[in-house]
C-alpha cells in the first residue's frame, strides 16, 4: 500500500537533499514507500538487519564510492550507527563532483537515535520525513471505514486484515516484538513486563496528566525511573507528550504535559478491546476517540507546525491547540465524540483567555456548521483537510 502524500513528499525532499531520513514505528510503511521510489529509479537498498548487507559497510567510503550515480536507501540504520561519520565524507564529495540531491534514504524506527547521529554529522545535509500509520484522509473513504480505522488503529496491516480478530493479533504480536526485541536495542535492558506494564497503565489513561509518582507506586519502581521508560516509548514515536500551552494570562496553568499512547489501535489492544461494540461501551472511548482525533490531525499539518493543550486551575480547558508555522495565534479545536457539538463553558472561558485566530469542535459527525461567534462544529475529515490546506 503506497501512501502518496508522504510518497510526493518523500521525493521532494530528495530533490532538495542529499540524504532525507524517513523515520516512523515499525510496521507502518516505510520499506514499502522506500523500495517502491528506489524501484523507480534504480537504487540500491541494504536492509540493515541483515548482517549480509551489514558486510557491505564494512568500509562505508569504499563501498558507497561505487554507486554515486544511484539513490541508496539504508533500512534499520540504527544498527549501524557508526556509519553516519561516513556518510558526511561521502555527500561532500559528491558536491565537489557536482552530485548535490537525491544521494541516500535513510529509514529509522526510532526519532531520538536517528536525529542525535545524524545531528551530529550532517547538519545541512539531510531532510527529516515522519511517516504516521494511516490517517483519516488516506482511509477513511465512508463513515464505516472512519470507525474501523478508530477501532484498528493506522498500522496498514491492522487496518486492512481480514477481520478484527485477525488484527487485534496482529497489534498484539507487534506490543509483543518491540517489548522484547526491539526496545532493548534502543536503551538499556528494561524488563519486558514492567515495560508492558507501564504501556498498559498509559492506555487506561489515555489522555491524563501525567503523574509519574502515581505511576511509579503502581509499578514498584521510582518516578525518575518511570520518566524515562515513557522517554523511551516517546522516543520510539509510540507515545506522544503533549505539552501545556504558555501564554501572559495571569491564571495558574497546568504545568504537565498530557500523555497518549499514539494508535487508538494499539491503546484498545493494549486493553484487550476487540471491536467496535466493545469500544462503545468501555470507560477509555471518550480519551480514546480524543487521542485518535489528535493524532489524524497532527498528521497532516504542515511541518514545523507546534501542538499544545490548554488548561487552568479554574477549568478553563482546549483540548488541543495547533500554531500553524508563520501564524501569530493558535487554532484552538475542542474534540467531542458522538454528533453534539456543544462545548462546555470552561471551553468558551479558554477562548477568551488565548484568543484564537479560528475555532473549532470536531465531532464524529460530518457536518460543518456555527455553533457559536467564532466557533464552528466540523468533522474530523473535513477538519484535516483545512489543515492540508494550510501548508499552502
Not at 1 to 23: F, G, K, S, Y
Not at 49 to 70: G, M, T
Not at 78 to 101: A, C, S
Not at 225 to 243: E, G, K, Q, S, W
Amino acid at each position: 500500500m503506497i501512501r502518496r502524500r508522504i510518497d510526493q513528499t518523500v521525493r521532494n525532499a530528495l530533490r532538495r537533499q542529499a540524504a532525507v531520513a524517513l523515520i516512523g514505528p515499525r510496521q507502518v510503511g516505510k520499506t514499502t514507500l522506500a523500495r517502491a521510489i528506489g524501484d523507480e529509479v534504480g537504487g540500491l537498498y541494504l536492509d540493515l538487519e541483515a548482517r549480509a548487507d551489514r558486510d557491505k559497510l564494512a568500509n562505508p567510503a569504499l563501498f558507497l564510492s561505487a554507486y554515486e550515480d544511484r539513490l541508496v536507501i539504508l533500512d534499520e540504520i540504527h544498527r549501524v550507527p557508526e556509519v553516519f561519520q561516513d556518510l558526511r565524507g561521502v555527500i561532500d564529495e559528491g558536491r565537489r563532483r557536482g552530485n548535490r540531491t537525491g544521494r541516500f534514504l535513510i529509514l529509522g524506527s526510532a526519532s531520538l537515535d536517528l536525529l542525535r547521529q545524524s545531528g551530529e554529522s550532517l547538519a545541512g545535509r539531510i531532510e527529516y520525513v515522519e511517516l504516521h500509520p494511516l490517517d483519516v484522509l488516506e482511509a477513511a473513504s465512508d463513515a464505516e471505514a472512519l470507525r474501523a480505522l478508530w477501532v484498528r488503529g493506522g498500522f496498514p496491516d491492522s487496518f486492512l486484515a481480514a477481520s478484527d480478530a485477525d488484527s487485534l493479533n496482529f497489534r498484539l504480536n507487534f506490543i509483543r516484538t518491540y517489548l522484547e526485541r526491539d526496545v532493548p536495542q534502543f536503551g538499556p535492558r528494561i524488563p519486558a513486563e514492567t515495560l508492558e506494564r507501564l504501556w498498559t497503565m498509559l492506555a487506561h489513561s489515555q489522555g491524563a496528566l501525567l503523574n509519574a509518582s502515581k505511576l511509579a507506586a503502581g509499578l514498584a519502581i521510582s518516578s525518575p525511573t518511570v520518566t524515562n521508560y515513557i522517554d523511551l516509548l516517546a522516543d520510539l514515536l509510540l507515545v506522544r507528550r503533549l505539552a501545556p500551552y504558555h501564554t501572559n494570562v495571569k491564571k495558574r496553568l497546568v504545568k504537565s504535559p498530557k500523555v497518549y499512547v499514539r494508535d487508538s489501535g494499539l491503546v484498545h489492544a493494549l486493553l484487550g478491546v476487540e471491536n467496535y461494540n466493545a469500544l462503545a461501551g468501555h470507560p477509555v472511548v471518550g480519551a480514546s476517540w480524543e487521542g485518535f482525533v489528535i493524532e489524524n490531525l497532527l498528521a497532516v499539518a504542515p511541518p514545523r507546525t507546534q501542538a499544545s493543550f490548554y488548561r487552568t486551575s479554574s477549568g478553563a480547558e482546549i483540548d488541543l491547540l495547533v500554531e500553524l508555522p508563520g501564524s501569530q495565534r493558535p487554532w484552538a479545536v475542542e474534540i467531542k465524540r458522538g454528533l453534539s457539538a456543544t462545548p462546555s463553558k470552561g471551553f468558551y472561558n479558554a477562548l477568551q483567555d488565548i484568543k484564537p485566530e479560528r475555532a473549532f469542535v470536531v465531532t464524529s459527525g460530518e457536518e460543518r456548521y456555527p455553533i457559536a461567534e467564532g466557533v464552528e462544529a466540523i468533522g474530523l475529515k473535513d477538519m484535516a483537510e483545512l489543515l492540508i490546506g494550510a501548508k499552502s
